[in-house]
Nanobody, 119 residues
Framework: VQLQASGGGLVQAGGSLRLSCAAS????????MGWYRQAPGKQRELVAS???????SYADSVKGRFAISRDNAKNTLYLQMNSLKPEDTDVYYC??????????????WGQGTLVTVSS
């Protein structure tokens, strides 16, 4: 199973970016998915998550600005980021809990995509 993240880049404060994360491989189904971010020397933190049924959860710092969504048919996760701030600058990682077989689950991470917000 592989997760391929894309969509990062350089944007001015107040701008928008959309991240994507496509899962591929021997996937029976995908349960929870999420976006995390990590700055150098800091712990990776959860930005937003979404269940297979579409229930979402957000870090307080991004509520009202970011929106997580998924396309189950395409095994793809998205993060729409609006009103970006310089403090949103980080490497963003996607994570998926994948059902490999009937009772076998495993977590997978994407490779990370850099988001840089200039002031």
């Amino acid at each position: 199973v592989q997760l391929q993240a894309s969509g990062g880049g350089l944007v001015q404060a107040g701008g928008s970016l959309r991240l994507s994360c496509a899962a591929s491989g021997s996937i029976f189904s995908i349960s929870a998915m999420g976006w995390y971010r990590q700055a150098p020397g800091k712990q990776r933190e959860l930005v937003a998550s979404i269940t297979s049924g579409g229930r979402t959860s957000y870090a307080d710092s991004v509520k009202g600005r970011f929106a997580i969504s998924r396309d189950n048919a395409k095994n793809t996760l998205y993060l729409q980021m609006n009103s970006l701030k310089p403090e949103d600058t980080d490497v963003y990682y996607c994570k998926a809990t994948v059902r490999l077989r009937l009772e076998v689950f495993a977590d997978y991470w994407g490779q990370g995509t850099l988001v840089t917000v200039s002031s």
